[in-house]
C-alpha cells in the first residue's frame, strides 16, 4: 500500500517544512502576488487542470518551483506605481514613517520567523518516521487527485494513519506539557513557599538583632554612666590607696617575674647536671681498668643521658605578660573599692565642703581686696592726674619763666658782648652745668626708690618733678625717724656713716692703687727707656708784655648782675 517516496519525485530535503515560516524575499513576494490583480492571478482550478495534463509520476514544476525574487525589497518598491513613488519621495517625513513602519513589521516578522522556525524544528524531530510521500499528499491534496485510484486508496490510508499517529503524538505532547505545567507550577508554589518561609526567617532575625542592639545599647548606657561614677570615685580617693595598690601590683608582677627566673633557672641547672653528670660519666668510663667500673660508668653515663633528655624535654615556661592599661582598667573594676562604708563618703564630702567654704571664703577675701586695690589704685590714679596737671601748669610756668630769662640773658650777652664779655666767661666757668645738675638729680632720684615706687622712668619726669619727689620722700623719712627711738636712730646714723666712711676708704685706697700703679709704670717706662741727650740749641719762646684791661664801671655792675640773674636761674630750676 505504501507508494516508495521516489516515485513523488525529489529528497525530503528538497521540500521545505510546513511549520518554517518563509525567508524574507519568498514573503514578498507573495506579498507581490497578492497585489496583483485578478487577471493576472491563477486560480487553484487552474493548477488543478495543469497537474491532470502531465503524465503519471510527473509534476507540475510551476507548482513546486518557486521562483526566487532577486531584489527582495527593491523589487516591491518596483512594483509599485511610479507615481507614488514621486508622491513618497516628495514627502520626506511620510518616507520616515514608512521607513519606520517596515522597520517595526520587518522585526515583527523576525520575531515571529524564528519562534515559527523552533515550532517547526521540534516538530520535524516529532515527525522524522512519517513517510515522506503521507506529508505530501496530506498538504497538498490536488496531488491524490491525480493518482490512480488503488494508489488514491493506499496513499489515502496511510495519511489517516499517520494523522492518527500525529493526533496521538499530540495529545502525548498535550499531556506531557500540562504535566510539565503542573509540575512547574508545584515548584514554582514550594519555591514561593520557601521565600515567604525565609523573608519571615528574615524578619524575625532582623528583630531579634535589633532587639540584641537595643540591650547592647542600654548595656553600654550602663557601662558608660558607672565608669563615670567609678571616675569620680576615683577622684575623691585618697592617693595613698592608690600608691598602696600600684606598690602591691607592682610586688605581684615582680613575683611572677621572679617565679619565672627561678622555674628558667631550675630547669637550665638539670640540664647543666645532667651534661655535667654525663660527662663524668664519659670520663670515668675512659678511665675504667677494670670490667665492674666501665659496667657501672656506662650505667651512670644512661642514667644521665635519660636524665639530660628529660631536662630537655620539659618545657620552657611562658614569660609573664605585663597588663596593658585596659587590663589595668578591668583589674580595677573587679578588685574592691576604696569605699567599703557610706560613713566614709559623707567624711569626705564633709571635708571637701570645708575646703569649698574656705575656698570660697578666701576668694570672697581676695574679690575685697581686689576691690579696695582697684579703689585705691583709682584714688591714686586721680591723684596723680591732680599732680600732673599741676605740674604741667607749674612747667608752663617755669617755661614762660625760662623764656623771660633767656630774653634778659640775651640782653645781657648783648651788652657783655659789647664790652669784652670777661665777666660773663667767669660767671658761666664758675657755674655747675645743667646737665651735671640734672644727671645729680637723677641719680639721688633714683637712689630714694623713685623708680619703685612711681613705676615710671626718670625720663618720662621732668626735674621739677623730681625734686618735689625728693622733698616728700625727705619728709616722709624725717617724720619716720621722728617716731622711732632716738637710739635706733642714733645707732642708724652711726652706721650709716660707718659705712659711708668704709666706702669712701675703699675708694680712696682703690685711687691710691691706681695712681701708685701709673707711677710705677711711669718710673719703669722712664727706667727702661734710653737716656735723653740734648741736641742743638732750644728754641726760645716769644716774651709777651703783660696788658691792663681797662673795665668802665658799668661793665661791673652789668657782670654783678649777670652773676644774680644765674643764682636766681639756679634757685628756680631747682
Not at 94 to 110: G, H, P, S, T
Not at 147 to 173: C, H, I, K, V, W
Request: net charge neutral; hydrophobic share 40%.
Amino acid at each position: 500500500m505504501d507508494r516508495p517516496s521516489g516515485a513523488l519525485g525529489g529528497s525530503p530535503t528538497e521540500e521545505a517544512n510546513p511549520f518554517v515560516l518563509l525567508d524574507d524575499e519568498a514573503l514578498e513576494h507573495a506579498q507581490a502576488q497578492r497585489a496583483l490583480p485578478v487577471a493576472e492571478k491563477s486560480t487553484l482550478s487552474c493548477e488543478m487542470q495543469s497537474c491532470r495534463a502531465l503524465a503519471p509520476g510527473q509534476l507540475n514544476p510551476r507548482r513546486f518551483t518557486r521562483k526566487q525574487p532577486s531584489g527582495g525589497l527593491a523589487q516591491v518598491a518596483a512594483a509599485r506605481p511610479q507615481q507614488a513613488r514621486r508622491a513618497e519621495l516628495d514627502n520626506m517625513a511620510r518616507l520616515i514613517a514608512k521607513k519606520r513602519e517596515i522597520f517595526l513589521v520587518q522585526m515583527a516578522l523576525d520575531i515571529r520567523s524564528a519562534e515559527m522556525r523552533r515550532l517547526g524544528d521540534r516538530a520535524r524531530q516529532a515527525r522524522q518516521t512519517f513517510p515522506l510521500a503521507c506529508w505530501r499528499f496530506m498538504h497538498c491534496p490536488h496531488i491524490l487527485l491525480a493518482l490512480p485510484t488503488d494508489q488514491y486508496e493506499a496513499a489515502l490510508s496511510q495519511a489517516e494513519g499517520t494523522l492518527a499517529e500525529d493526533g496521538l503524538a499530540f495529545d502525548l505532547f498535550l499531556k506531557e506539557s500540562d504535566e510539565k505545567v503542573q509540575q512547574a507550577m508545584r515548584k514554582a508554589d514550594a519555591e514561593m513557599r520557601l521565600k515567604q518561609e525565609k523573608a519571615t526567617e528574615l524578619k524575625k532575625l532582623n528583630n531579634a538583632l535589633a532587639a540584641a542592639q537595643s540591650e547592647l545599647r542600654k548595656a553600654q548606657e550602663q557601662t558608660d554612666e558607672c565608669k563615670k561614677y567609678a571616675t569620680f570615685l576615683d577622684s575623691i580617693t585618697p592617693p595613698e590607696w592608690f600608691a598602696a595598690q600600684n606598690t602591691r601590683h607592682e610586688a605581684e608582677w615582680q613575683g611572677k617575674l621572679d617565679a619565672w627566673n627561678t622555674k628558667c633557672q631550675a630547669i637550665t641547672d638539670a640540664v647543666s647536671a645532667a651534661k655535667a653528670a654525663k660527662q663524668a660519666a664519659e670520663e670515668r668510663y675512659a678511665n675504667a681498668r677494670t670490667q665492674q667500673q666501665a659496667e657501672a660508668a656506662e650505667r651512670d653515663g644512661k642514667t644521665a643521658s635519660d636524665e639530660l633528655k628529660q631536662a630537655l624535654q620539659v618545657p620552657q615556661p611562658l614569660p609573664p605578660i605585663k597588663p596593658t592599661e585596659e587590663d589595668a582598667w578591668e583589674r580595677r573594676m573587679a578588685e574592691p573599692m576604696h569605699f567599703q562604708d557610706p560613713r566614709q563618703l559623707r567624711h569626705i564630702f564633709s571635708h571637701l565642703e570645708e575646703n569649698n567654704l574656705f575656698l570660697i571664703q578666701t576668694a570672697q577675701e581676695a574679690e575685697e581686696a581686689a576691690e579696695a586695690a582697684t579703689a585705691k589704685l583709682n584714688h591714686s590714679i586721680a591723684q596723680m592726674d591732680a599732680e600732673a596737671a599741676a605740674l604741667v601748669q607749674q612747667a608752663e610756668a617755669l617755661e614762660a619763666a625760662l623764656a623771660k630769662r633767656r630774653q634778659h640773658c640775651k640782653a645781657l650777652k648783648e651788652a657783655a658782648a659789647q664790652t669784652g664779655g670777661r665777666l660773663v666767661q667767669a660767671a658761666s666757668t664758675s657755674a655747675v652745668p645743667l646737665e651735671q645738675l640734672a644727671a645729680k638729680i637723677r641719680r639721688v632720684w633714683a637712689r630714694c626708690g623713685g623708680e619703685a615706687d612711681t613705676h615710671t622712668s626718670y625720663t618720662q619726669m621732668s626735674l621739677p618733678a623730681m625734686l618735689t619727689a625728693i622733698e616728700a620722700r625727705l619728709e616722709d623719712t624725717i617724720a619716720a625717724a621722728a617716731l622711732q627711738p632716738p637710739e635706733a636712730v642714733h645707732a642708724t646714723e652711726r652706721a650709716r656713716e660707718q659705712e659711708r666712711r668704709r666706702v669712701a676708704r675703699e675708694e680712696k685706697a682703690r685711687k691710691e692703687r691706681a695712681e701708685a700703679e701709673v707711677r710705677i709704670k711711669k718710673a719703669l717706662e722712664r727706667a727702661s727707656a734710653p737716656p735723653f741727650k740734648k741736641q742743638g740749641k732750644p728754641a726760645m719762646p716769644r716774651s709777651t708784655l703783660p696788658k691792663r684791661a681797662h673795665v668802665p664801671a658799668h661793665a661791673v655792675q652789668a657782670a654783678i648782675d649777670e652773676e644774680l640773674e644765674f643764682y636766681l636761674q639756679r634757685v628756680y630750676l631747682l
